[in-house]
């Protein structure tokens, strides 16, 4: 029941930001300027937060974490560049497709969904597996939405741009084991970090906004690609691990982070870079909203 609370809330953020795009409240060159806002300063925040609770985690499961997220998201990059030919005929939507199979939500959504399952210190944990994430967000997903799945458009300084940055300097508070970092310093980068997830989640409702209701119910791509992000994949990654013999508390936590919507970037980096973001606010809007049935449904599976 908190999971599908928690899923409700966060979909009703959406809902706000569509009624201000409808207003015009939100819209345009504003929804651009904040999208720049919170790749450049909101997110890295948020990515250093986590690392700044004061609880660390077992240091025995970090290594194993790294891995499977590793393992993860080099199979998902497989998945990302073979699996969109097959449901599309255009060239053009398949790094977008690919984009929405390979990300999920794992800041915006993933976080708060894990401490309700987990409790409040496996957020570390998912902090961790959202380490290898971030790289692959900003290198792979940015390539997959500036060039598509057929064309390569790597830009060296992506890795060290600010979420990067912020991803290096956690990972090193993960290694060195920091746990009593002066309040004044997390406080407000915490603060800071904490917008990220609300105006994220604006941003797609104020996208849809400019949609049609018929375009926005999506097409039968839009639904293939969310039953893929939101099931599929998920379970198949479980079964895999498994078999692997990896610890059920890292599978388990694992897959719970896999199977969320698709990420909230994938809208954002259209703007950013000034593609059409239809397809994926499509995508994105539709895995959200199945995702409040979806998420339980895995979490039931998982036993937890």
Same mark, same amino acid.
């Given at each position: ?10 979909f009703l953020i959406v809902v706000i930001g569509y009624v ?96 309700s399952i987990f409790g409040h210190q496996a957020i570390f ?77 604006l941003i797609i409702g104020s996208s849809l906004s400019q ?43 694992? @897959? ?24 994926? @606010? ?5 895995? @959200? ?16």
């Open positions: 029941m908190e999971n599908l609370e928690i899923m409700f809330v966060l201000a795009g409808k207003l015009g409240y939100m819209g345009g060159e504003f929804d651009k300027r904040l999208s720049n806002i919170i790749i450049d300063i909101t997110c890295p925040a948020l990515i250093l937060s986590s690392t700044m609770t004061g609880q660390m985690p077992e240091r025995s499961l970090i290594l194993p974490l790294l891995l499977i997220s590793f393992l993860t998201y080099l199979l998902l990059t497989g998945v990302a560049f073979f699996v969109p030919r097959f449901l599309t005929h255009h060239k053009d939507e398949e790094g977008i497709i690919g984009f929405a199979l390979m990300f999920g939500n794992v800041g915006f959504i993933g976080y708060p969904i894990v401490a944990y998912a902090a961790i597996l959202n380490m290898i994430n971030t790289f692959a967000v900003f290198t792979i997903g940015h390539m997959l939405i500036t060039g598509g799945s057929r064309k390569m458009d790597f830009n060296v300084k992506i890795l060290y741009s600010s979420p990067m940055l912020a991803a290096y300097i956690a990972m090193l508070i993960v290694i060195i084991g920091i746990d009593n970092i002066p309040t004044f310093i997390s406080s407000p980068i915490t603060m800071v970090g904490n917008i990220t997830v609300p105006a994220a989640l949609l049609s209701f018929r375009t926005m119910l999506g097409n039968a791509t839009v639904y293939l690609t969310t039953v893929i992000r939101l099931l599929l994949i998920p379970l198949t990654l479980y079964g895999l691990f498994v078999l692997m013999g990896f610890s059920s508390l890292v599978v388990n936590i694992n @897959t719970i982070i896999i199977a969320m919507p698709t990420a909230t970037y994938g809208t954002i980096f259209c703007l950013k870079y000034g593609k059409d973001s239809t397809l994926i @606010t499509e995508i994105t809007f539709i895995t @959200t909203l199945l995702s409040v049935l979806t998420i339980p449904i895995i979490a039931s599976i998982l036993g937890t």
